[in-house]
């Protein structure tokens, strides 16, 4: 059973436009989500994280927001840069500050074109 | 300190023969986790320390896994008789127990022919 789901595999988009990245999640335990790029060959590397007593947390070009009574988030990359290009995955824990167990999603593939 | 390394990187290895995997984590991290990948799917996780206690398994991890963090430093991950179904990126993690986040190391990739 997928605690975590990210629903669209891939998304593409220009250069300099708007990336956005969904998530949805069925476990109401959950209360810390985190986004992570993973490049190929590479480890996953941690982006931006969000509590759920937030809505809303922005870093630089990336913003996530969390809609608990939906069970959605989302992440947003203003402007996207090719450099963007990378699987994001979607985690989430049910402690606070992400150093629990993290349960992941399928991950979504984006690529930013020139 | 460059972050969480892994050792090696890539593992070939015959079903049925046992294998071992390192992992080193950045020194100051006292939370230590194991993930496997398989392709197109996102990391699950099969275990974590923190600094030498093993906190908690995954029902994932069968008799045939066992992971190991002596001194609350580094730690091996072992699985013995290996199976074509085993083959997968093995990914390592640290984070301090405050939170902000895990870092990977860059994993070890299993073969089983």
């Known amino acids: 059973d997928q605690q975590v789901k990210q629903n669209s595999p891939s998304l593409s988009v220009q250069e300099g436009r708007i990336s956005i990245l969904n998530c949805d999640y069925t476990?109401?335990?959950?209360?810390?989500f985190l986004w992570y790029k993973k490049y190929p060959a590479e480890g996953p590397t941690f982006l931006i994280s969000?509590?759920?007593?937030?809505d809303k947390n922005e870093d630089g070009r990336f913003t996530v927001f969390l809609n608990k009574s939906a069970k959605h988030l989302s992440l947003h990359i203003v402007p996207s840069q090719p450099g963007d290009s990378a699987v994001y995955f979607c985690a989430a824990s049910e402690g606070q500050g992400g150093s629990e167990k993290l349960v992941f999603g399928k991950g979504t593939k984006l690529t930013v074109n020139p | 300190d460059t972050g969480v390394s892994q050792n090696p990187r890539h593992k070939i290895t015959k079903r049925g023969q046992n294998v071992t995997f390192r992992c080193d984590p950045i020194?100051?991290?006292?939370?230590l986790y194991w993930y496997r990948q398989t392709l197109g799917q996102g990391p699950e996780f099969l275990t974590y320390f923190q600094n030498e206690a093993q906190l908690e398994k995954s029902r994932l991890l069968s008799d045939r896994f066992s992971a190991e963090r002596p001194k609350g430093s580094f730690s091996t991950l072992e699985i013995q008789r290996t199976e074509q179904g085993d083959s997968a990126m093995y990914l390592c993690?640290?984070?301090?127990?405050?939170?902000?986040?895990?870092?990977f190391g860059s994993g070890t990739r299993l073969t089983v022919v």
């Open positions: 969000i509590s759920s007593i937030k």
């Open positions: 020194s100051e991290h006292n939370r």
């Open positions: 476990n109401s335990m959950f209360d810390y």
């Open positions: 993690a640290s984070s301090l127990l405050s939170g902000g986040g895990y870092t």
